[in-house]
């Protein structure tokens, strides 16, 4: 049964603290996206890869990093540089790059309270 | 990938047919018109995708007039399950090699379905 994971569901941290959140994905897709959604809003790119070892900034990349060093795998550090780090964070995946006409597959989510 | 403007929220009441517009004036030859549904604290599932005229599938129907530059989707019959946010995304398909493209979710259309 192929998908995406991402795990946990609910993270807490304290201010300060540097936090991974994972993606892991079995469906044989190049591209994987990490996208953060503020309550009531849209989503908003955070980064993206088209391949492995390969990753480039979205929107709102400042405070952020990621590592794609498997075809599966594009774990996001939400560093203590990032502000307003409390969010929902979805990850998802596609074919290739080009959300605009590639279906994408999104992760369950993970929502990251920080105090 | 071009702009949207999807009206804010809707509401509909059970077994009533919905149809939510997108405009998108600014849309390019090679650009596709992909709709998301996304229910509270979860991913966005794919719905629908077309290029130009109808196209159908067993949850909903995809209507894009001749000049492209806005698209209605069409959900028959819709249930209290049907409770979502609904967005509408536009660009190409084409794979990017090393570039900045802005791929982007809108807010979407809230649609509400009462009893």
Known sequence: ?115 | LAKTTQPISMDSYEGQEVNITCSHNNIATNDYITWYQQFPSQGPRFIIQGYKTKVTNEVASLFIPADRKSSTLSLPRVSLSDTAVYYCLVGDKRQVAGSARQLTFGSGTQLTVLP
């Open chain 1, 1 to 115: 049964d192929g998908g995406i994971t991402q795990s946990p569901k609910y993270l807490f941290r304290k201010e300060g603290q540097n936090v991974t959140l994972s993606c892991e994905q079995n469906l044989n897709h190049d591209a994987m996206y990490w996208y953060r959604q503020d309550p009531g809003q849209g989503l908003r790119l955070i980064y993206y890869s088209q391949i492995v070892n390969d990753f480039q900034k979205g929107d709102i990349a400042e405070g952020y990093s990621v590592s794609r060093e498997k075809k599966e795998s594009f774990p996001l550090t939400v560093t203590s540089a990032q502000k307003n780090p409390t969010a929902f964070y979805l990850c998802a995946s596609s074919i290739v790059l080009g959300q605009g006409g590639n279906e994408q597959y999104f992760g369950p989510g993970t929502r990251l309270t920080v105090t």
